[in-house]
């Protein structure tokens, strides 16, 4: 992990033509109010609760490699997970680690611990946005994929200079649901209707067999599978994305509301400040955490069944992985 360092104000990031930044290839999303998470899979997701959603746009499709490319070589931004951190930062740290990098997943060749995750992710030196799986790799063949190794603060500088913001976790479920009520998936109740595949998830045991029913063995290019009733591809799958929430377990989020609550009418959300979303099991480790929402390649019906609209997970904010990206939103 590496302390946050410089936000896009610090890189002189400043706003292109809506135009040029692909506004036109957004989704006019209807606001209301919005019934929020699940009372059927993780305790994080319950209760459920309700919040009043503007209408807002929302992007099409993830943000490319294509598309980052494109800011990045407007701008000369450097992503978080291309800067060596600082040794004062991480007292005690051997200083052949203080390496700029990111986590990049490897399948296992065998079954490990599935509470472990060092037997998947590792901690690559050189592995960023336009070097995925290390220094020897590049994007060719990848252009339209969506663009991953995105820190916070990365995923914010893009939008800012887009003209655009990072969707709220209220608008990305509400847009990743379609116009659909209390559905399991952004398609209906059924994960593969008619084993069809709807989004790309990992299809086997996880982390080391993957049948690929889908096609793909990691990310797979924006739109490869069917949009939702919003007309949104990729809400579900391919990558995790970013939102601008500070995260909280939900049943913490409201009040006198109970993680058990599963009858009771929808309770009224709050706002989650920057203080309350510090892991409690890491109490000396003082890196603040957004949520992340969508699931990913990696999710599993076996292991982190996140590819659902209501699914939510913390991501500390100076994290970058090989399965993390965003989409932004606009007025």
């Not at 929020?36 to 993830?62: C, H, K, N």
Request: include cysteine; aromatic fraction near 12%; charged fraction near 20%.
């Amino acid at each position: 992990m590496m302390k946050v360092i410089e936000g896009p104000a610090a890189q002189g990031i400043s706003p292109v033509s809506k135009q040029a930044a692909g506004a036109d290839d957004m989704v006019l999303i209807p606001g209301g109010t919005v019934i929020m998470g699940s009372t059927r899979f993780y305790p994080e997701e319950a209760p459920l609760r309700q919040t009043m959603v503007e209408a807002f746009r929302i992007d099409r499709y993830p943000v490319t490699n294509r598309q980052f490319a494109r800011f990045v070589e407007a701008t000369g931004y450097v992503t978080l997970a291309q800067i060596a951190p600082k040794a004062e930062d991480f007292p005690g740290a051997p200083p052949e680690m203080l390496q700029p990098g990111s986590l990049v997943f490897h399948k296992a060749q065998r079954p490990v611990n599935p509470n472990d995750p060092s037997g998947w992710w590792r901690f690559v030196f050189g592995a960023y946005w336009s070097r995925p799986l290390g220094p020897h790799s590049d994007l060719q063949g990848l252009e339209e994929h969506p663009v991953i190794h995105i820190a916070y603060q990365d995923a914010q500088a893009y939008a800012q200079w887009a003209g655009k913001a990072l969707p709220s976790e209220a608008q990305w479920e509400h847009a990743a649901r379609g116009g659909l009520v209390d559905r399991e998936y952004a398609w209906g109740d059924e994960l593969a209707p008619g084993g069809f595949m709807m989004a790309n998830y990992w299809q086997g045991t996880f982390p080391y067999d993957n049948s690929m029913l889908d096609g793909y063995e990691r990310t797979s290019p924006v739109g490869s599978f069917p949009p939702n009733g919003y007309g949104l591809f990729d809400m579900i799958g391919n990558t995790w994305e970013w939102t601008c929430d500070w995260y909280l377990d939900a049943a913490r989020q409201v009040t006198g509301a109970s993680a058990k609550t599963c009858c009771a009418a929808p309770k009224v959300m709050r706002r989650v400040n920057e203080d309350e979303s510090f892991d409690p099991a890491m109490p000396l480790i003082r890196i603040p955490r957004r949520v992340i929402k969508g699931g990913s390649h990696l999710c599993a019906e076996n292991y982190c069944q996140r590819y659902r609209p209501a699914a939510r997970h913390p991501q500390m904010i100076d994290s970058a992985t090989s399965h993390l990206g965003f989409r932004c939103v606009s007025k």
